[in-house]
Protein backbone atom coordinates (compact mmCIF):
# COMPACT_ATOMS: atom_id res chain seq x y z
CA UNK A 1 0.00 0.00 0.00
CA UNK A 2 1.31 3.59 -0.53
CA UNK A 3 3.11 5.54 1.98
CA UNK A 4 0.57 8.46 1.44
CA UNK A 5 -2.68 6.22 2.59
CA UNK A 6 -2.13 7.49 5.86
CA UNK A 7 -2.15 11.14 5.49
CA UNK A 8 -4.89 10.81 3.16
CA UNK A 9 -7.23 9.05 6.09
CA UNK A 10 -6.24 11.80 8.22
CA UNK A 11 -7.25 13.88 5.52
CA UNK A 12 -10.20 12.79 4.87
CA UNK A 13 -10.79 12.65 8.40
CA UNK A 14 -10.65 16.27 9.29
CA UNK A 15 -12.39 16.96 5.97
CA UNK A 16 -15.32 14.78 7.57
CA UNK A 17 -15.62 15.77 11.06
CA UNK A 18 -15.26 19.54 10.63
CA UNK A 19 -18.48 21.01 10.93
CA UNK A 20 -20.31 21.85 7.30
CA UNK A 21 -23.85 22.19 5.92
CA UNK A 22 -24.19 18.39 6.12
CA UNK A 23 -22.98 17.73 9.69
CA UNK A 24 -24.96 20.65 10.88
CA UNK A 25 -28.10 19.21 9.22
CA UNK A 26 -27.61 15.79 10.24
CA UNK A 27 -26.99 17.16 13.90
CA UNK A 28 -30.34 18.84 13.97
CA UNK A 29 -32.56 15.91 12.67
CA UNK A 30 -30.72 13.48 14.83
CA UNK A 31 -32.00 15.76 17.88
CA UNK A 32 -35.59 15.97 16.13
CA UNK A 33 -35.45 12.12 15.44
CA UNK A 34 -32.83 10.26 16.90
CA UNK A 35 -29.81 8.57 16.29
CA UNK A 36 -31.10 5.41 14.58
CA UNK A 37 -33.19 7.58 12.04
CA UNK A 38 -30.45 9.26 11.17
CA UNK A 39 -28.30 6.66 10.11
CA UNK A 40 -29.88 6.54 7.00
CA UNK A 41 -28.77 9.78 5.90
CA UNK A 42 -25.80 9.34 7.25
CA UNK A 43 -25.09 6.65 5.35
CA UNK A 44 -26.47 8.07 2.03
CA UNK A 45 -24.70 11.45 2.59
CA UNK A 46 -21.29 9.44 3.03
CA UNK A 47 -22.05 7.61 0.10
CA UNK A 48 -22.90 10.11 -2.06
CA UNK A 49 -19.29 11.61 -1.12
CA UNK A 50 -17.41 9.22 -1.43
CA UNK A 51 -18.87 9.04 -5.57
CA UNK A 52 -18.14 12.32 -5.59
CA UNK A 53 -14.16 11.55 -4.66
CA UNK A 54 -14.74 8.64 -7.52
CA UNK A 55 -16.24 10.62 -10.09
CA UNK A 56 -14.03 13.78 -9.53
CA UNK A 57 -11.03 11.27 -10.14
CA UNK A 58 -12.00 9.52 -13.09
CA UNK A 59 -11.72 12.96 -15.33
CA UNK A 60 -14.98 15.31 -14.26
CA UNK A 61 -11.87 17.10 -12.52
CA UNK A 62 -10.52 18.30 -15.54
CA UNK A 63 -13.47 19.24 -16.59
CA UNK A 64 -14.80 21.10 -14.41
CA UNK A 65 -11.83 23.21 -13.91
CA UNK A 66 -12.17 24.49 -16.84
CA UNK A 67 -15.70 25.67 -16.64
CA UNK A 68 -15.70 28.90 -14.18
CA UNK A 69 -19.47 29.02 -15.25
CA UNK A 70 -20.47 25.75 -13.66
CA UNK A 71 -18.52 26.00 -10.68
CA UNK A 72 -19.86 29.26 -9.50
CA UNK A 73 -23.81 27.95 -11.04
CA UNK A 74 -23.12 25.12 -8.33
CA UNK A 75 -21.70 27.63 -5.90
CA UNK A 76 -24.71 29.59 -6.29
CA UNK A 77 -27.30 26.84 -6.17
CA UNK A 78 -26.28 25.06 -3.61
CA UNK A 79 -25.87 28.49 -1.20
CA UNK A 80 -29.50 28.89 -2.31
CA UNK A 81 -30.54 24.98 -1.61
CA UNK A 82 -28.52 25.61 2.06
CA UNK A 83 -29.98 29.28 3.06
CA UNK A 84 -33.49 27.80 2.07
CA UNK A 85 -32.52 24.98 4.52
CA UNK A 86 -31.49 27.60 7.60
CA UNK A 87 -34.57 29.74 6.89
CA UNK A 88 -36.82 26.41 7.38
CA UNK A 89 -34.61 25.81 10.48
CA UNK A 90 -35.28 29.30 11.70
CA UNK A 91 -38.90 29.19 11.37
CA UNK A 92 -39.35 25.77 13.28
CA UNK A 93 -37.04 27.15 15.73
CA UNK A 94 -39.11 26.99 18.73
CA UNK A 95 -41.12 23.28 17.79
CA UNK A 96 -41.11 20.77 19.80
CA UNK A 97 -38.27 18.04 19.04
CA UNK A 98 -40.63 15.23 18.65
CA UNK A 99 -43.51 16.85 16.54
CA UNK A 100 -45.04 14.97 13.25
CA UNK A 101 -45.14 16.71 10.99
CA UNK A 102 -41.87 18.16 11.17
CA UNK A 103 -39.50 18.48 8.55
CA UNK A 104 -36.92 15.39 7.85
CA UNK A 105 -33.69 14.79 6.16
CA UNK A 106 -34.02 11.65 4.61
CA UNK A 107 -31.25 9.40 2.34
CA UNK A 108 -32.09 11.43 -1.29
CA UNK A 109 -32.10 15.00 0.55
CA UNK A 110 -29.00 13.94 2.54
CA UNK A 111 -27.46 12.78 -0.97
CA UNK A 112 -28.37 15.75 -2.82
CA UNK A 113 -27.08 17.97 -1.23
CA UNK A 114 -23.68 16.22 -1.38
CA UNK A 115 -24.17 16.75 -4.91
CA UNK A 116 -24.57 21.06 -4.37
CA UNK A 117 -22.13 21.29 -1.49
CA UNK A 118 -19.56 23.13 -2.89
CA UNK A 119 -17.21 21.89 0.18
CA UNK A 120 -17.44 18.47 -1.13
CA UNK A 121 -16.40 19.51 -4.48
CA UNK A 122 -13.72 21.21 -3.55
CA UNK A 123 -12.20 18.21 -1.10
CA UNK A 124 -12.72 16.13 -4.04
CA UNK A 125 -10.81 18.10 -6.14
CA UNK A 126 -8.05 18.29 -3.34
CA UNK A 127 -8.22 14.53 -3.02
CA UNK A 128 -7.57 13.98 -6.51
CA UNK A 129 -4.87 16.60 -7.21
CA UNK A 130 -3.03 15.60 -4.03
CA UNK A 131 -3.40 11.80 -3.40
CA UNK A 132 -4.06 10.12 -6.18
CA UNK A 133 -1.27 8.00 -7.75
CA UNK A 134 -0.71 4.79 -9.72
CA UNK A 135 -0.06 3.24 -5.82
CA UNK A 136 -3.37 5.24 -4.52
CA UNK A 137 -5.94 4.96 -7.05
CA UNK A 138 -9.14 6.73 -7.56
CA UNK A 139 -11.52 3.92 -6.14
CA UNK A 140 -9.05 3.05 -3.48
CA UNK A 141 -9.62 6.89 -2.24
CA UNK A 142 -13.30 6.88 -2.49
CA UNK A 143 -13.46 3.71 -0.21
CA UNK A 144 -10.63 4.90 2.39
CA UNK A 145 -13.24 8.05 2.11
CA UNK A 146 -16.05 5.96 2.64
CA UNK A 147 -14.61 4.39 5.50
CA UNK A 148 -13.78 7.34 7.22
CA UNK A 149 -16.60 9.81 6.86
CA UNK A 150 -19.03 6.85 8.05
CA UNK A 151 -17.95 7.13 11.80
CA UNK A 152 -17.52 11.32 11.28
CA UNK A 153 -20.48 12.01 10.33
CA UNK A 154 -22.34 9.36 12.88
CA UNK A 155 -20.75 10.74 15.78
CA UNK A 156 -22.66 14.26 14.28
CA UNK A 157 -25.79 12.36 14.59
CA UNK A 158 -24.83 10.85 17.91
CA UNK A 159 -24.09 14.24 18.93
CA UNK A 160 -27.47 15.32 17.60
CA UNK A 161 -29.63 12.59 19.49
CA UNK A 162 -27.69 12.75 22.94
CA UNK A 163 -28.66 17.01 23.04
CA UNK A 164 -32.24 16.15 22.74
CA UNK A 165 -32.51 15.44 26.20
CA UNK A 166 -31.65 19.40 27.28
CA UNK A 167 -33.22 20.46 24.29
CA UNK A 168 -36.88 20.08 25.58
CA UNK A 169 -37.30 23.58 26.78
CA UNK A 170 -38.61 26.04 24.15
CA UNK A 171 -35.65 28.47 24.87
CA UNK A 172 -32.84 26.11 24.42
CA UNK A 173 -34.57 24.61 21.36
CA UNK A 174 -35.20 27.75 19.84
CA UNK A 175 -31.44 28.57 20.24
CA UNK A 176 -30.23 25.65 19.46
CA UNK A 177 -31.84 25.95 16.06
CA UNK A 178 -31.09 29.72 15.44
CA UNK A 179 -27.55 28.92 16.37
CA UNK A 180 -27.42 25.88 13.60
CA UNK A 181 -29.36 27.72 11.22
CA UNK A 182 -26.72 30.33 11.45
CA UNK A 183 -24.30 28.49 11.70
CA UNK A 184 -25.32 26.73 8.13
CA UNK A 185 -25.83 30.17 6.60
CA UNK A 186 -22.59 31.26 7.76
CA UNK A 187 -20.56 27.89 6.13
CA UNK A 188 -22.76 28.43 2.88
CA UNK A 189 -21.70 31.33 2.36
CA UNK A 190 -18.11 31.38 3.37
CA UNK A 191 -17.98 28.53 0.91
CA UNK A 192 -18.14 30.34 -1.75
CA UNK A 193 -14.78 32.81 -0.75
Do not use: E
Request: proline share 7%.
Amino acid sequence: MSHALLPFALFAFAASISPGPTNLLILAHAARRGWRASLAPVLAACAAAAGIVLVVGLGLSDWLLGQPQVQRWLGWLGVAWLSWLAVQMLRSASAPLRQAHAPTFGPGAAAGLQLLNPKVWWMAVAVIGVFASPTLPVWLLAMVFLLVALPCMAAWAWLGASSARWLQTPGALRWFNRSLAGLLLASAWFSLW
